[in-house]
C-alpha cells in the first residue's frame, strides 16, 4: 500500500502505482494536495482514496486502476478529466463541492460511479454513464455559453437521494440530456437551465421542480412516478410524453404555470387524491387527466386547450363531494371532450368548441356556461346532479341538437341556445337569466320541446323558423314566473298544454299556429297577438286566461278559437273575428272609467254562448 499526507506540489508531477490487478494494493492520500500540475494513478489492484482537497492541474487515471475514491470537498481538476478505471468511482462527499474546469467524462468507468454533494464545471460539458447517488446531489456546469450541457448516457440510481441539475439561466444551448431510466431519486429539481432538459427514459422520483430560470423540459419516459408534489414553472416550452402510449402519474400533485406551450402527449397523466393544475394545454395524443380523488383535494384546474383532433377526458371521481374540474380557458380542436366520474362540480366558464361532448350518470353537477361555446354532434348530458347551460347574454350552439331530459337535478338555461335545423329537447328547465332558445330551423326537424319551466322573472323567447312548416313547438309542462314570453320565428305550432304565468305574451306576423290549453292562464303585462296562423285559447270550459295588462289578437291572421273565459283586470281586450269553441265570458272587470273596454270583430259562435262585461 501507499499512504501519503498533505502534498506540496512546487508545478511538479505525481504518479502514484501499486500494482494493477493486486487486490487490496492500495493508495490513501488523506492530506489536502496542491501545486501539482500532472497527478496520475496508475497501475492500482486495490483502492485509491483521496479524501482531503485535491486542487491539480490534470488528473490521469486509465484502465490499470481499479476503484478511486475522490471525495475531498473543494478538490479541483484544471483540464478535462475522463476517468477509465476498471472498478468503481465515488465522487464527492455529502455537502461538499468539486470543480472540473475542463469539464468530466465518466463514461469509460468499469463499475458502479457513485456521486455526492456538488460536481460542478466553469462553462464546460459534464457527460456521465450510469450514476449512482451517494448522497444529495447538485451537477452544475455554471455555464455562460452554448456547450456546457449536462448528459446522463447510463441510468440514475437515486438511493432516496435529490438531485439538483443546473446548466445557466438564459444561456441558450445548455441542454440537459439524460438518456436511461431514473430509479429511486428523491426530488428533482431543474435550477438555470438555458436549454432543453430532455428526459429520454422512464423517471420515478419524489417531488420534480423547475423555476422560472429553467428554459424548456422534455419528459418522453413510458411509465413516470413522482410521489411528492410536482411544479413546472419554466419560461420556456413543457413537453410531457412522446407517445399516445406514455403514462405520468404526479401522486404528490401537479402545478404547471410554464411560461410558453405546454404539450401533452401522454394518454395518461394521474395522481394520487391529488389537485392536478395546468395553464394552458397543447394536446399531441388523446389524452385522459384523472385524478383518482377520494375527498375534495383532488381537483382538475386546466386553462385554455388546444386539441389538435384530439380526445381530452377529465375525471376525479364519481361520488367525491368536491372533487372538481374548472376549465377556465377556451377549449378548441378537441373532438371527444369526455366529463367521466366527476364527484363535485365540472366547470367550463370560456369558449369551448368540440365535436362530441359526453357528459354520464357518474358526473355530479356541470356549468357549462361560456360564451360561444359549440357542439358538432349531438348533446344528451345525464350527470345526475345540476347543469347550468350558458351565460347572461351569451350564446351557445348545439349544432347535433340537444335534449336534457336524463340530468337528473335542475337545469338552468342563461343567454341563447341554438342549433342548427336540430331539434332541442328540454327536461324540466330554471331560468338563470333572460333566455332565447332557437333551432335557426330549415325544416321540420327543427323543433323545441320543454317540460316545465320555472322562469325566475326572466324574459323568454322561443324561435324555430319562419315559413317553415312543421317547426314546431312544445311546452308540456307548466310555467310559472316567467318574464316576458316571446314567440319569434315559428314555422309550425307552438303549443302550451299546461298552465302559463308570465309577464307580457307576444308574437308577431313570423309565428304560424299557436294553441294555449292549460287550465289556468295569467299574463300580467300587456300581451299581443299577430301570428299569421291560428291561435287557440282552451280546450274545456273550466280553463281560465287572464291578461292583466290587456290582450290584443286584432292581427291574427287566421282563425282565433276561444274555448273558455277570458278575462283582465281593468285592461283592454281587443279582438279582431273570433270563433267560439264553448260557451264564452269575456270580463274586464273595468274600475277605471274609458279603460277596460272590450273591442271584438266578427263572432262565429258555433251555437254557444256569448257574455261580454267590463
Do not use: C, W
Request: net charge negative.
Amino acid at each position: 500500500d501507499i499512504a501519503i499526507g498533505a502534498v506540496t506540489g512546487g508545478s511538479n508531477t505525481l504518479t502514484l502505482t501499486t500494482e494493477n490487478n493486486v487486490t487490496g494494493a492500495d493508495i490513501t492520500a488523506s492530506g489536502a494536495i496542491s501545486g501539482v500540475t500532472t497527478l496520475t494513478l496508475a497501475s492500482v489492484g486495490g483502492t485509491a482514496t483521496l479524501s482531503a482537497d485535491v486542487d491539480v492541474t490534470t488528473l490521469s487515471v486509465d484502465n490499470t486502476v481499479a476503484n478511486v475514491a475522490f471525495t475531498g470537498n473543494g478538490s479541483s481538476v484544471t483540464n478535462s478529466f475522463t476517468p477509465a478505471n476498471d472498478g468503481t468511482f465515488v465522487f464527492g462527499a455529502s455537502g461538499g463541492t468539486q470543480t472540473y474546469n475542463g469539464g468530466l467524462t465518466t463514461t469509460s468507468v468499469g463499475s458502479t460511479v457513485t456521486l455526492n454533494g456538488t460536481i460542478a464545471s466553469s462553462n464546460d460539458g459534464i457527460i456521465f454513464g450510469a450514476v449512482t447517488l451517494g448522497s444529495a446531489t447538485t451537477v452544475d456546469t455554471n455555464a455562460s455559453s452554448s456547450g456546457a450541457d449536462i448528459t446522463f448516457n447510463g441510468a440514475i440510481t437515486g438511493g432516496s437521494n435529490n438531485l439538483t441539475l443546473s446548466t445557466g439561466d438564459n444561456v441558450s444551448g445548455t441542454d440537459i440530456l439524460s438518456k436511461v431510466a431514473i430509479s429511486g431519486l428523491g426530488n428533482l429539481t431543474l435550477a438555470d437551465v438555458g436549454g432543453t432538459a430532455t428526459f429520454n427514459a422512464n423517471i420515478a422520483a419524489a417531488a420534480f421542480s423547475a423555476d422560472n430560470t429553467v428554459a424548456s423540459i422534455n419528459l418522453k419516459g413510458a411509465d413516470n412516478t413522482f410521489t411528492g408534489s410536482t411544479s413546472f414553472a419554466n419560461d420556456g416550452t413543457l413537453t410531457i410524453g412522446d407517445a399516445s402510449s406514455d403514462s405520468f402519474a404526479f401522486n404528490g400533485g401537479l402545478t404547471v404555470t410554464t411560461g410558453s406551450t405546454v404539450t401533452l402527449n401522454a394518454s395518461s397523466i394521474s395522481s394520487s387524491n391529488d389537485a392536478i393544475t395546468f395553464g394552458a394545454v397543447t394536446l399531441g395524443s388523446n389524452v385522459t387527466i384523472d385524478t383518482n380523488a377520494t375527498d375534495g383535494t383532488g381537483d382538475i384546474a386546466i386553462g385554455a386547450v388546444t386539441g389538435g383532433s384530439n380526445t381530452l377526458t377529465l375525471t376525479t371521481e364519481n361520488n367525491v363531494t368536491g372533487a372538481d374540474i374548472t376549465a377556465s380557458g377556451a377549449i378548441s380542436g378537441v373532438t371527444t371532450l369526455t366529463l367521466a366520474s366527476v364527484g363535485g362540480t365540472a366547470t367550463l366558464s370560456a369558449d369551448v368548441d368540440v365535436t362530441t361532448l359526453s357528459v354520464d350518470n357518474t358526473v355530479a353537477n356541470v356549468a357549462f356556461t361560456g360564451n360561444g361555446s359549440s357542439v358538432t354532434n349531438s348533446f344528451t348530458p345525464a350527470n345526475d346532479g345540476t347543469f347550468v347551460f350558458g351565460a347572461s347574454g351569451g350564446t351557445q350552439t348545439y349544432n347535433g341538437g340537444l335534449t336534457t331530459t336524463s340530468v337528473g337535478s335542475t337545469v338552468t338555461l342563461n343567454g341563447t341556445i341554438a342549433s342548427s335545423n336540430d331539434a332541442i329537447v328540454l327536461g324540466a328547465v330554471t331560468l338563470g337569466s333572460a333566455t332565447t332558445i332557437d333551432t335557426n330551423a330549415s325544416s321540420n326537424a327543427g323543433d323545441i320541446t320543454v317540460a316545465a319551466i320555472t322562469g325566475g322573472s326572466n324574459n323568454l323567447t322561443l324561435s324555430t323558423g319562419d315559413n317553415v312548416s312543421g317547426a314546431d313547438i312544445t311546452a308540456s309542462g307548466a310555467i310559472s314566473g316567467l318574464g316576458n314570453l316571446t314567440l319569434a320565428d315559428v314555422g309550425g305550432t307552438a303549443t302550451f298544454s299546461a298552465n302559463v304565468a308570465a309577464a307580457a305574451l307576444s308574437a308577431d306576423s313570423t309565428v304560424a299556429n299557436i294553441s294555449f290549453t292549460g287550465g289556468s292562464n295569467t299574463f300580467s303585462a300587456a300581451s299581443t297577438l299577430a301570428n299569421d296562423g291560428t291561435l287557440t285559447f282552451g280546450d274545456a270550459t273550466g280553463d281560465s286566461f287572464t291578461f292583466n295588462g290587456g290582450l290584443t289578437t286584432s292581427s291574427v291572421g287566421s282563425t282565433v278559437t276561444l274555448n273558455t273565459s277570458i278575462s283582465s283586470s281593468d285592461d283592454a281586450l281587443t279582438f279582431g273575428a273570433i270563433t267560439l269553441g264553448n260557451n264564452v265570458t269575456l270580463d274586464t272587470n273595468s274600475t277605471t272609467t274609458n279603460r277596460a273596454d272590450i273591442a271584438i270583430g266578427a263572432v262565429t259562435g258555433g251555437s254557444n254562448t256569448l257574455t261580454l262585461t267590463t
